[in-house]
């Protein structure tokens, strides 16, 4: 399948990415044009257009375009419902920032600063959150929470992640 996207990647436009080429389509393909083509290069190209706005997997109040692909594919590891509240907070300004965000923030505008296409910040920041992931699946087994089985209640899963941030449910 083919995804589409604004060019400049930095933390949303490279987070969301990742958790397609490893949770939703293996094979997808990333398209990267400027702001103002995504829509029309979407229809042309009949690819689905992600992080622009007013699209469905964008961002929606508080939430970014990686909680809209939690969303709308069911994903609810609470690694990765973690690693959402890592990305919401480095992408934009929530409420009750998680405090790797800042962090994950510099990370992705380093890489910006460094002149790679966004085919090559893709490719060299994957692995950063491969780290992520298994660090927050680390971190969430060391407080014993079941990462294998996420059947647990929302209030429950959510509570947990939040207990990592400091924030309360």
């Not at 995804?3 to 933390?11: N, P, S």
């Not at 969430?140 to 990462?147: A, F, W």
Request: with cysteine; charged share 25%.
């Amino acid at each position: 399948m083919k995804w589409i996207t604004r060019e400049k990647v930095k933390v949303d436009r490279v987070a969301c990415p990742w958790l397609i080429k490893r949770f939703i389509d293996a094979q997808a393909e990333f398209i990267f044009v400027s702001a103002g083509q995504v829509e029309a290069k979407a229809r042309e190209l009949k690819a689905t257009p992600f992080d622009i706005p007013g699209c469905e997997l964008g961002h929606h109040g508080e939430e970014v375009s990686f909680d809209s692909f939690l969303k709308k594919y069911s994903l609810t590891d609470p690694a990765l419902l973690l690693l959402g509240q890592i990305v919401r907070a480095a992408d934009s300004h929530p409420t009750s920032p998680h405090p790797a965000g800042e962090g994950l923030r510099w990370i992705a505008h380093g890489f910006s600063a460094l002149d790679l296409s966004d085919h090559e910040i893709l490719e060299r920041e994957f692995v950063l959150y491969d780290a992520l992931y298994a660090e927050c699946r680390r971190r969430l087994q060391k407080r014993g929470s079941d990462v294998e089985s996420p059947a647990e209640a929302p209030g429950q899963t959510q509570a947990a992640c939040n207990s990592l941030n400091g924030t309360t449910v």
